[in-house]
């Protein structure tokens, strides 16, 4: 232990003992200022946090509720097909001398469409009427003569064979002449062509095809139990992949009395029903194909977008003074991009489209599309 003596020591102890004192009284002020702070800090944050939070309005799209018609449909797909088609063949030999069509022209039944050299076969013609007559004279004499009994019976019979014979020449001949001229066997539109003039055809050879587009088929395979809602001129509505927006008006048109063993299916045959404005239609176009079995006339339609499911319960957010009011509905059938409402909502109200993603009942909404602006005015 050291003990401070005389004047020195007094000095250094004294100094100790201030700034002691000092460092306490700092340390003091410190732990009150923290105190303070520290207080009024958790006020000032309690106070914040029972202030409520104001959210921004949600932005969605939304559209009205409308009457209009919907059906329930079979759906299936086909490729178009010519009711009547056919395979144009050389009857005759020869080199074309004429082309009177070309692929894609509308032919009339009978019309000229092409011609094989006709000359050698005109000759031929010539000869055969020519021995046709001489043949026929010859008979005539013999006739006569046979009558008087001048030749006999044979050489009558044989006289008359050659007369036959030549008949059928002047006919064959004639035939021969006739095919020079290929000839559409009904109207229709030429789809293909196979020669070109100048080229050496032979019997059986294939020139063109024609094709009826009046009408255009188009046949399905359904199952076997959805034929008892089949029937005959029922309507349908035929889509062309090419254009999925296009909607072409058709009608079963027969249906098959047999089902299919293997498959279990039956085949209906639709018959397209052409209206005017429409793309052209052809044979080959693959299509989607909607048949309708029932039709409702008054249906409240909203957009299918704007359902959605929520513990197997299908739900719908309705725009309601500008607030998101969360309802459950019942679905019907659904057609062309809209959905059948059979309860739950009613026409002329608003319901969200885009953007339910984020809502909750009574978010506020920022409605952002046109028609959903005008919706809201509305309903308020």
Do not use: C
Request: overall charge neutral; aromatic content about 6%.
């Amino acid at each position: 232990m050291f003990e401070s003596t005389g004047e020195g020591g007094k000095r250094g102890s004294r100094k100790f003992v201030w700034a002691t004192t000092g460092t306490i009284a700092v340390a003091g002020v410190l732990v009150a200022s923290y105190l303070i702070f520290n207080r009024d800090g958790e006020a000032s944050f309690e106070k914040k946090k029972d202030q409520p939070k104001t959210a921004a309005p949600i932005p969605v799209e939304v559209e009205k509720a409308e009457l209009g018609e919907v059906f329930s449909t079979l759906e299936s797909f086909a490729t178009l097909e010519s009711e009547q088609q056919a395979e144009i063949f050389a009857k005759s030999d020869g080199q074309v001398t004429a082309m009177r069509v070309e692929e894609g022209d509308v032919v009339a039944q009978g019309a000229l469409i092409a011609e094989i050299g006709p000359e050698d076969k005109a000759i031929q013609l010539e000869t055969a009427r020519l021995k046709a007559a001489n043949a026929r004279r010859e008979l005539e004499r013999a006739q006569a003569t046979f009558a008087r009994q001048m030749i006999s019976e044979q050489e009558y019979e044989k006289l008359k064979s050659a007369a036959d014979v030549s008949a059928m020449d002047l006919k064959e001949a004639e035939w021969r002449l006739a095919n020079t001229r290929i000839i559409a066997p009904f109207s229709g539109k030429i789809t293909e062509r196979k020669i070109v003039v100048g080229r050496t055809v032979k019997p059986g050879e294939h020139l063109f095809t024609i094709a009826s587009y009046n009408p255009l088929v188009a046949k399905v395979f359904l199952p076997q139990k959805d034929l008892a809602s089949i029937r005959l001129e029922q309507k349908a509505l035929l889509a062309p992949e090419s254009a999925p927006s296009e909607k072409w008006q058709a009608e079963v048109y027969r249906i098959s009395p047999v089902i299919d063993a293997k498959t279990g299916t039956v085949k209906v045959t639709l018959k397209l029903v052409p209206q005017a404005g429409q793309i052209e239609q052809r044979p080959g176009t693959y299509v989607r194909v909607q048949i309708q079995t029932a039709t409702r006339a008054e249906a409240v339609l909203i957009p299918k977008q704007a359902i959605f499911e929520e513990d197997q319960k299908t739900y719908v957010f309705v725009a309601k003074e500008k607030r998101a009011e969360k309802r459950e509905v019942a679905v019907g059938y659904a057609s062309n991009g809209n959905r059948e409402i059979l309860k739950g909502i009613s026409a002329g109200e608003s319901v969200v489209t885009m953007g339910m993603a984020s809502l909750k009942e009574n978010s506020e909404l920022d409605v952002t599309n046109a028609a959903a602006r005008s919706a809201s005015h509305e309903t308020r």
